[in-house]
């Protein structure tokens, strides 16, 4: 039986926004220098949407395989029976439908790096395939018989804590270890709010470049708006937002989005009129209804005031007019309703609050 190199090798090519090296994402920067040029095996964790593949090419850029193949593995989306076929390859005639041969990740990564993303989300029976190539270096492509050498270098990536996964039985313990090489956490987008607007103004570009648009050019206060944003999203909504602004510039538009989303965030987990409504049908008479009109009452006048502050971009005088009560008397109803981080959140299209004289 023969063993040769793959014969399959994509390009390469240097990531887009090469990361920040401000504040919270210095060390994960330092981290990366410190390993690249090693051969270590990487495990990235983090939220999700933090920017783990950003990470995982800039370790690529980085390192001596840089002019090598980086390739992504996204193991939560492979069908468990295309597995095998996705990252192993397949010769004409192994299954119906396949009608010539293909090479697989494996071996499309030779020399440079596969980047496995979301390991954490592969079956245990998928876990112990993929151990064994990680192991051996080497495998055969399905229907085939030649074993095909390779070398990589494996960076993972994973939202959840695989330590738990392991203790959970969810996870081989072997594969872990395997893994294990060096970990590198990455910090979520509220904690580097230095880096949003170098990171928005490259995500910009790279949209504009894409749609073949010009890029946007956004305002000192759009960005004090964003860095004020708890992105729930974390790069991903940034990055969402970016091609949506490329697509239509307008700041107003992104404002009022980014209030709608920071109003959702803040009524999640509080009950709504019809839950109230019901509470009081299964308590049997044993809530009084005047608690549950005073509840009904203040959720709907919490809505209402959330509502005017995004109508008026967060102007609390234009909200109070837009309410009809004194200036004074919203500002108590903001902060009795818990609306402060709202009130304050956009400074987009504001004019002074001042009382006037």
């Known amino acids: 039986m023969s063993s040769r190199r793959p014969t399959c090798s994509p390009r390469s090519s240097r990531p887009q926004h090469p990361l920040s090296q401000e504040g919270a994402m210095a060390s994960v920067v330092a981290t990366i220098r410190s390993v690249a040029a090693t051969d270590l095996t990487i495990l990235l964790q983090g939220e999700t949407g933090v920017g783990k593949e950003l990470v995982a090419r800039e370790i690529h850029a980085c390192s001596q395989r840089r002019d090598a193949p980086f390739v992504k593995v996204h193991c939560a989306a492979l069908p468990a029976p295309l597995f095998e076929s996705e990252i ?101 987008l509220r904690e580097r709010r230095a880096e949003i607007p170098l990171l928005l103004r490259r995500l910009l570009q790279e949209h504009a470049r894409a749609l073949g648009k010009p890029a946007p050019r956004p305002s000192p206060r759009l960005f004090a708006m964003l860095r004020r944003h708890p992105f729930p999203g974390n790069v991903r909504e940034l990055d969402n937002l970016a091609r949506r602004f490329v697509i239509r510039p307008d700041e107003d538009a992104v404002a009022r989005e980014l209030l709608e989303a920071r109003r959702r965030g803040l009524a ?84 002074s609050e001042a009382p006037r004289a």
């Open 88 to 188: 192993l390859g397949h010769e004409r005639g192994a299954f119906t439908g396949a009608v010539q041969r293909q090479c697989g990740r494996f071996e499309r990564a030779h020399g440079g790096t596969l980047f496995l993303d979301e390991i954490g989300e592969l079956p245990l029976a998928l876990q112990a395939k993929l151990l064994q190539v990680i192991e051996d270096r080497s495998f055969q492509r399905v229907g085939g018989n030649e074993t095909i050498g390779v070398d990589v270098r494996i960076v993972c990536a994973s939202n959840r804590s695989l330590e738990k996964c392991v203790a959970d039985g969810a996870f081989r313990q072997d594969l872990y270890f395997r893994i294990l090489g060096v970990t590198i956490t990455v910090p979520p």
């Open 268 to 351: 999640a987990g509080r009950p709504s009129i019809d839950q109230l409504v019901r509470e009081f049908e299964r308590s049997a008479g044993k809530v009084p209804l005047r608690d549950v009109r005073r509840r009904i009452q203040a959720e709907a006048e919490r809505e209402l005031i959330a509502r005017a502050l995004i109508e008026s971009r967060c102007n609390r005088r234009a909200a109070a007019q837009l309410l009809r009560v004194g200036y004074s008397t919203l500002l108590g109803k903001i902060e009795a309703c818990g609306l402060e981080e709202l009130a304050h959140a956009a400074t987009i299209g504001r004019t």
